[in-house]
């Protein structure tokens, strides 16, 4: 395995560059490759697709090479309810880190504790 770069914007425009083995999920390398990890990306489930706290928006540069979520995924599921969803959205715990995304960049969304529509929370356990 080798590592591989990817960088994480902030709203802001701050920029924090990621050394990571290829292998890990984007989540992965923001939240426990990164020391501190990478502001914005909370993620609560831990990886399981089920809190779009890892939302970020693929720099369109590089949303060929990452890919869209499947259609009717859940991660697509999730993004649909998504205030700040744009159509380079991606829940990074569903993107798996290649040698072919050596210098990846992504944006973390603005209003971050707007994350998830009262829709969706409303629908949680229906
Ligand atoms: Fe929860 Fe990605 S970490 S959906």
């Not at 890919?67 to 009717?72: A, I, Q, S």
Request: proline share 4%; charged share 30%.
């Amino acid at each position: 395995m080798s590592e591989i770069k990817v960088t994480f914007v902030q709203p802001d425009g701050s920029k924090r560059i990621i050394d990571v083995e290829e292998g890990n999920t984007l989540m992965e390398a923001a939240k426990y490759v990164a020391q501190p990890y990478v502001e914005g990306i909370e993620a609560i489930c831990g990886g399981q697709c089920i809190c779009a706290t890892c939302h970020v928006w693929v720099d369109k540069k590089w949303i060929d090479e990452v890919g869209l979520p499947e259609d009717n995924s859940q991660e697509q599921a999730w993004l649909d309810y998504e205030k700040t969803a744009r159509l380079t959205s991606r829940l990074s715990c569903q993107v798996k880190l290649t040698k072919r995304l050596d210098g990846l960049v992504v944006h973390i969304p603005e209003d971050k504790n707007e994350r998830i529509s009262p829709k969706a929370i409303d629908g949680f356990g229906d």
